[in-house]
């Protein structure tokens, strides 16, 4: 599977984004859809995801209550709705895609290309 993100920018704090996560080459049906983030000199971490099935989602302590993770199935897409965002959100935001349930970006096997998000003060 092929993903593509778009839909970073820079936005002020408390302010919000909606970034989409396009798949293609194939359905995400079967795979374990999420978000990470990599800010500047920092590894890369776990934002959300879907459970395998899709049906529940899991969320970074960092971002409980301000990120909601969501899926098109019919367009084949997943989205990260970003709201109150704040300085420290600020990083370049991948989707990816795993065969099984994990926070590890070890365990995933597909990545999207990034989208810069940035929140000033």
């Known amino acids: 599977v092929q993903l593509q993100a778009s839909g970073g920018g820079l936005v002020q704090a408390g302010g919000s984004l909606r970034l989409s996560c396009a798949a293609s080459?194939?359905?995400?049906?079967?795979?374990?859809m999420a978000w990470f983030r990599q800010a500047p000199g920092k590894e890369r971490e776990f934002v959300a995801r879907?459970?395998?099935?899709?049906?529940?989602?899991f969320y970074a302590d960092s971002v409980k209550g301000r990120f909601t993770i969501s899926r098109d199935n019919g367009k084949n897409t997943v989205y990260l709705e970003m709201n109150s965002l704040k300085p420290e959100d600020t990083a370049v935001y991948y989707c990816?895609?795993?065969?099984?349930?994990?926070?590890?970006?070890?365990?995933?096997?597909?990545w999207g290309q990034g989208t810069l998000v940035t929140v000033s003060s």
């Open positions: 080459g194939r359905t995400f049906s079967g795979y374990v």
């Open positions: 990816a895609a795993s065969p099984s349930p994990s926070r590890d970006a070890r365990s995933y096997d597909a």
């Open positions: 879907f459970s395998l099935r899709g049906a529940g989602t």
